[in-house]
């Protein structure tokens, strides 16, 4: 899966099963601890989506797909073009499991409309190819959050 999408740079990385096992997923609680996990410490060096596999027992697959030198605005044909490939990549793995995914930016200037332009427009793709429930997190270079439905309403 790595490559670039309309612009925006593509990559897979995967850990090793030596590693230390991540928590399994069951509630957002648990989601939100393995972001921490995965990402922190926190500081991007660009706008970026970070995409996890969980199968369906919420055991963590162990690779993280991340999108990095996204646009400033939400590009909804690149958004589908990631989601058809994510949808793919979970069809493979496991076609009942689910995706999580994460928004992130630098900078310290909390949350930003554009912030909740791209969860939005993540939000809505996810759901277009049914892959998953899971709340979508932000982080920028101080703060990691879930965006919640009334962030989303605003």
């Known amino acids: 899966m790595d490559g670039r999408f309309d612009g925006a740079r593509v990559s897979r ?3 090793g099963m030596s590693s230390s096992p991540l928590p399994d997923v069951h509630a957002p609680a648990d989601l939100e601890r393995v972001w921490r996990l995965l990402i922190e410490p926190l500081g991007f060096d660009s706008r970026q989506i970070f995409a996890i596999m969980l199968d369906r027992d919420g055991r963590v697959h162990p ?6 030198d996204c646009p400033a605005a939400p590009d909804g044909q690149m958004l589908v073009s990631l989601a058809r490939s994510l949808r793919g990549v979970l069809d493979e793995a496991d076609p009942d499991g689910s995706l999580a995914l994460l928004w992130a930016r630098p900078t310290h200037a909390g949350t930003r409309t ?10 809505a793709v996810v759901q277009a190819h049914s892959l998953g429930e899971w709340p979508i997190h932000t982080a920028d270079d101080s703060v990691l959050r879930v965006m919640s439905p009334d962030d989303l309403a605003a």
């Open 63 to 68: 690779s993280i797909v991340n999108v990095t």
């Open 13 to 15: 990385r995967s850990w």
């Open 114 to 123: 554009s912030d909740i332009q791209w969860v939005r427009a993540i939000t």
